[in-house]
């Protein structure tokens, strides 16, 4: 059994384009200037209303930027 999308319509059961919706994350290697840590964000659209975002600091400081934006992905994709 295959289950709907929850983008497949709205409250009032009219069918979403999906290209309306769109995605986006970054991360900070060390970008919080009092303990050095990476933060990440991500923020989520459906047209131009925002319907979801997040901010958080990580909980170990990574020693690269590649390892800031991998660790800031894999918690925001797992």
């Not at 319509?9 to 999906?18: F, L, N, R, S, Y």
């Not at 290209?19 to 923020?43: E, I, L, N």
């Amino acid at each position: 059994m295959v289950e709907k999308s929850k983008l497949d319509e709205d409250k009032e059961g009219k069918p979403i384009d999906p290209s309306h919706y769109h995605a986006f994350a970054d991360a900070g290697h060390a970008s919080c200037q009092d303990t050095r840590r990476s933060t990440s964000g991500s923020v989520e659209f459906l047209g131009e209303r925002l319907i979801s975002w997040s901010s958080k600091m990580q909980k170990i400081a990574a020693t690269s930027n590649t390892e800031s934006e991998y660790i800031a992905l894999s918690g925001c994709c797992a």
